[in-house]
């Protein structure tokens, strides 16, 4: 049983492959937090309580007779705000008095097979309920009344759990709820460094790591997305902790809006990092009766360093998060339009363009933005999803059948969520957009953004979209999103409830894609924010792929695919061969090849050559598709810690096959370099496909393939697919 409940000791163990997780019901129903970390098999770990002394001017709780227990120190589950603990709280209920002193303590629990789903948000499933285990831990603050369930999930094949929170209004009053975080794990020490991902448009999931110090310190968004500049991913690791290495503990919030995750040392030397929906400019409402749930957090425990960690992750998600027909299906191979003509285009264009991916065995073709309204740059029409028949040269069911006759499969793009200023649908209902009274209205891309919390809206937008989508053969969805949200309030809500406004246009996108995609299950849905802007979990719950970014320079692409590697899956990056100049066209190939793989440029440029090499490209994609999409992923080089190369290996889940690949990104000083392979069977023969020569795992994985007979110039690249005997 991944969960147990020792009734004698009043301690709750969650177990996994590899890890455990253990907290106590300590005196006045305290939830005492003991132990994370590699598995253990004892459960007798509540000495780990003792912080040692403290100073007298801590708050103690005078009904607890042991002098070494602090709230100011102790480790906590769901420390409360303003009861003695000084450290970041979890939550923080203001009510009818005014204060939002919170503490909530234990009050009864239940243990049961399978997983719940959290209403109106994103979050993992169980394929069978034997996959996993939930505990529900329900606990009241006695002077309001004010309730939480703390939802803790064991997925024990993976190493890996979620947790997530229910607050619940049983009394008479009306409550607000402050703040509130998803997960809180007080470690019992400090010596980590804390890894995150940040970027910008064009360099998204850059990574950077710092040790922990006893400032506090954390990532966050408040763009009403979860934004380039900061991914809601962040790892507490050992500071000698490696690709192969170390414990690494990963959280990923499965979400799509502001969120924070924050990390300090205490001034007992443990460590509270906590995660949630970024409480600057959050408030929730509570009327009598009332319920709100949490998104949830993901938590992997890795006790060889990254590399595991993030391969936990990649299972996970692809088994438990990406849902419906393309999870687990290979998906069309796409050439889309945008980079190689922007708005520019006509039906006849693009026509040229599905005749050429025929020649060379692409799929699919998607019309990216302009091909609705009056719109011709990025100036106008968003919001008015009518389709422009003299761009296309008719109604867009006899384009698509004009593809269709090809052998080719059609995607179209939306935004749905934005509105141009220049539009029917903004100049008949200005107050449909995020903005706050007497305030102008800060504009980008000339777009603001729709008011998504509201019913009406999320209505009007949808109708549009499901009749574009239920009128025509359309397989593919490209789903953007090209601003954030500023001046966040509503005009569908009243002035106390104006900082839900966030988090309600969280909820309504959710809605119009939990929509799009029960009535539309068959179509392919890609998420796009101005690239990758919105790379979330909970993004990935709907759309089993997203863009990565903006930035298809080959060589950029590498430290932005080897970040975002991190916790998402190969599978879920979209990653194209465009016209960017550097490196040539196999480079790219071999780049784009580790995600969706596509191309983004203009075919009908190619010469004869570039065609040869396309259509292999092609082949190699589905060649290579299961080791890649279902495969382990092996970060062997990144591109951050060499100059040189980056290099990156799959290996199939059997150990049958690998695919190798290194990226030469300045020519090397180094003639004699040996790329040391991981993950093989080390008693196993692989043969290499072109070579035909055959190595033991282990010469492969401790001598290492030597790179001399490889390329070695700027943009050179190779790949090495073995086969084992
Ligand atoms: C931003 C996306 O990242 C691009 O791929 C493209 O779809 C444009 N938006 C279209 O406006």
Request: charge should be negative.
């Amino acid at each position: 049983m991944p969960v147990f409940f020792d009734e004698e000791k009043k301690i709750f163990k969650l177990d996994t492959a590899g890890s455990s997780y253990i907290f106590e019901i300590y005196e006045q129903g305290y939830l005492v937090h003991l132990y994370y970390g590699a598995k253990i098999p004892d459960s007798n770990v509540t000495s780990f309580v003792d912080r040692g002394f403290f100073a007298s001017e801590c708050p103690v709780n005078i009904n607890i007779d042991n002098p070494r227990f602090s709230p100011d120190v102790s480790p906590f589950e769901f420390p409360g705000e303003g009861s003695g603990d000084f450290r970041s709280s979890a939550i923080a209920v203001r009510n009818e008095e005014g204060n939002n002193v919170t503490d909530m303590r234990y009050v009864s629990h239940k243990i049961y097979p399978g997983k719940p789903a959290i209403e109106g948000l994103p979050a993992l499933f169980v394929n069978d309920e034997s996959e996993a285990q939930t505990l529900e831990v329900l606990v009241r603050d006695s002077v309001t009344g004010v309730e939480a369930v703390l939802f803790y999930t064991v997925f024990e094949k993976y190493s890996a759990m979620t947790r997530s929170v229910k607050v619940i209004n049983p009394t008479a009053k009306t409550v607000r709820i402050e703040r509130i975080m998803s997960c809180c794990v007080d470690f019992a020490t400090h010596d980590y460094d804390m890894i995150t991902l940040y970027g910008k448009w064009l360099k998204e999931r850059s990574l950077e790591r710092a040790p922990l110090t006893h400032i506090k310190q954390g990532v966050a968004s408040k763009r009403g997305s979860s934004s380039h500049h900061h991914n809601p991913f962040a790892a507490i690791v050992d500071h000698d902790c490696n690709e192969d290495y170390g414990s690494a503990y990963g959280f990923n919030f499965v979400y799509s809006g502001n969120f924070v995750f924050e990390a300090e040392i205490d001034p007992f030397a443990g460590t509270r990092a906590v995660m949630g929906i970024n409480p600057e400019g959050f408030e929730w409402t509570l009327e009598s009766g009332e319920s709100f749930s949490a998104p949830e957090v993901v938590m992997v425990y890795s006790d060889a360093g990254l590399g595991k960690m993030s391969r936990t992750f990649h299972r996970l998600y692809t088994d438990n998060l990406i849902r419906g027909k393309w999870a687990h299906i290979k998906r069309p191979l796409l050439i889309n339009n945008w980079e190689a003509t922007g708005m520019d285009f006509t039906g006849d264009k693009l026509v040229t363009f599905a005749e050429r991916a025929k020649e060379l065995g692409i799929d699919m073709l998607v019309m990216d933005d302009g091909w609705f309204g009056r719109r011709d740059d990025d100036t106008s029409s968003l919001g008015d999803w009518i389709v422009n028949e003299e761009k296309l040269g008719g109604p867009l069911n006899k384009f698509i059948e004009r593809i269709n006759a090809l052998g080719i499969k059609f995607g179209i793009w939306f935004e749905p969520e934005m509105v141009s200023r220049d539009s029917d649908l903004y100049r008949a209902h200005p107050d449909w957009c995020i903005h706050v009274p007497r305030r102008e209205k800060s504009i980008a891309r000339m777009q603001y953004v729709l008011d998504f919390g509201r019913k009406e809206v999320r209505d009007y937008i949808y109708s549009l979209m499901y009749g574009i989508l239920s009128a025509n053969k359309i397989d593919y969805v490209k789903w953007d999103f090209n601003r954030y949200l500023s001046e966040a309030g509503s005009a569908g809500l009243p002035a106390d409830r104006q900082k839900e406004t966030f988090h309600r246009f969280v909820l309504g996108t959710y809605d119009i894609l939990n929509r799009l995609t029960t009535d539309f299950p068959d179509i392919l849905l890609e998420g796009c924010a101005s690239g990758g802007g919105r790379f979330d979990p909970g993004m990935l719950y709907y759309s089993p792929q997203i863009w990565c970014s903006d930035d298809t320079d080959p060589i950029e692409r590498l430290s932005i695919q080897f970040g975002t590697s991190l916790c998402y899956p190969a599978s879920a990056m979209g990653a194209h061969v465009s016209a960017s100049r550097r490196a040539c066209l196999e480079t790219k190939g071999n780049i784009a090849l580790w995600g969706t793989f596509g191309y983004e440029l203009d075919p009908n440029t190619f010469t004869e050559e570039d065609r040869e090499t396309v259509k292999l490209q092609v082949n190699e994609y589905h060649k290579y598709y299961d080791v890649i999409h279902s495969g382990d992923l092996y970060r062997l080089i990144t591109p951050d810690k060499n100059d040189f190369r980056a290099a990156w290996m799959f290996v199939s889940r059997n150990k049958e096959a690998a695919l190798v690949t290194s990226v030469v990104m300045r020519t090397p000083e180094d003639r004699a370099f040996f790329l040391k392979l991981k993950g093989l069977d080390p008693d196993k023969y692989y043969v290499e496909d072109e070579s035909g020569e055959a190595y033991s795992g282990a010469l492969l994985m401790n001598a290492g393939l030597c790179l001399n007979n490889y390329g070695n110039a700027d943009g050179d690249s190779f790949k090495i697919y073995l086969r084992a005997l």
